[in-house]
């Protein structure tokens, strides 16, 4: 429970993934740790309003797929607009 609860006030997530993530890695996380399914569109919408998840002019290397947009976590940002809150509850 302690962990859900800081997850849903805290970006800690961020610092469970690499450096540079996928949007699918952060939703991946994000339901393992919480327990829920989100769905893809409502995430990603939810994710955009973030403006501490920088998008990268890259996409991922070396997978079998359509590669994915890259993206990264910025602390800095994150500390000047924290009063954004972050809301994961279904």
């Known amino acids: ?5 800081k997850l849903r006030r805290e970006p800690i997530g ?4 690499p450096e540079k993530f996928t949007l699918g ?3 991946k996380l994000y339901e393992c740790v919480l ?9 990603r919408k939810k994710v955009s309003q973030m403006k501490y998840v920088i ?6 290397k070396g997978v079998a797929h359509k590669p994915a947009q890259v993206f990264i976590f910025s602390k800095d940002v994150y500390e000047r607009t924290k009063k954004e809150k ?3 509850s279904v």
Do not use: I, V
């Open 55 to 60: 998008p990268l002019d890259e996409k991922q």
């Open 1 to 5: 429970d302690f962990l859900r609860t």
């Open 86 to 88: 972050l809301d994961f």
């Open 25 to 27: 890695q952060l939703q």
């Open 35 to 43: 327990g829920n399914k989100f769905d893809r569109r409502n995430f």
């Open 14 to 17: 961020f610092e469970l993934l």
